[in-house]
């Protein structure tokens, strides 16, 4: 009997050859593997891509969903799926099948709920980063983390783990890691990592499903935090936050205070505040900021480098308006 994979692809339809690509590099069909392949086609451009002039295959199965929104088109996905194992995987990304394989075959095989490999970020000629998941064994505190290990596509799911879950469709920036605190504050999870490369986060010039510039965006860390807090709260009412987790979660929250700093600092100065009250040694993880005595509180650190990041700030919205930014987006 093959262990059968569902892998969700949601697709805005626009940008057909690599929905071919991605769908090519996620069939399998074997005695042991059997990957159920759906596509979720989702907004204007999806309702109208015509699914019959797209890779055909007896596995591969095509939906579609009038509203544009990708955690709904996961959501979607998830609720039909017939898959022991889960997996998402964008558009325009792409697997390696055997490692893919090998990651199917470790998961069902072993007592684990969840499997993570590393993803690297390349385009057609180059090779930028390699994202492998954090030195930490507990998968609640990698989560809570400012190094969630949010790729959508490096994670395998067991259904019966994430069945009853769903992904926030009200946030469009890291959803990603909303999605995985989701999981680590249902429940207690046993975890599989690796250092193998499963898959490419493929870099192009045309539009993204996601927001190209949400790591200079203030949503980017104000739904980072909420996500933290709302996860550190579910797990205080349970009796489930141990004093790692908190630390941890204090740098977590200190990624957060740090990169949203400039945009509102009153705002940040009181999350920094209560981060102070999970670990009072925490602060960012920027080497400056470790240099200094524990006498001096980086909220003083904070509001004085504010005028200089600000000013950076508006250098780097100027340069992206005049497009000199580059589209790699790294981690």
Known sequence: MSIIVSVIIPSAGRRPELLQQAIKSALIDDEKVQTEILVILNGEVGMDFDESSSFQHPLVKYYKLEEGNVSKARNYGLSIAQGELIRFLDDDDYLFPE???QQYTELYNSDADLSTYAGAIEDDATRYQVVESIDID???SATLSAYCP?????SVYKLKNIKNLRWDEK??????EKWMRTISAYSEIKWIKSH???AVWYQHKTDRLSVSTCYAHSKFFINRYLSIYETLKKLEVENRLTLMRKEIASQGLWSCIHGGFYFSPIFWTKIALYARTLDPNS???DPFFHKLPNWIHPLVIEWLMLPKRWMNHQFRKLKYKLGY???IRKI
């Not at 949010?150 to 490096?154: Q, V």
């Not at 946030?171 to 990603?176: G, Q, T």
């Open 325 to 327: 930014s580059s589209y």
């Open 283 to 285: 602060r960012p993880s």
């Open 138 to 140: 507990d998968y609640c």
């Open 99 to 101: 490692i893919a394989y």
């Open 150 to 154: 949010a790729l959508t596509f490096a």
């Open 171 to 176: 946030i469009f920036i890291v959803e990603d």
């Open 196 to 198: 193998k490369i499963v």
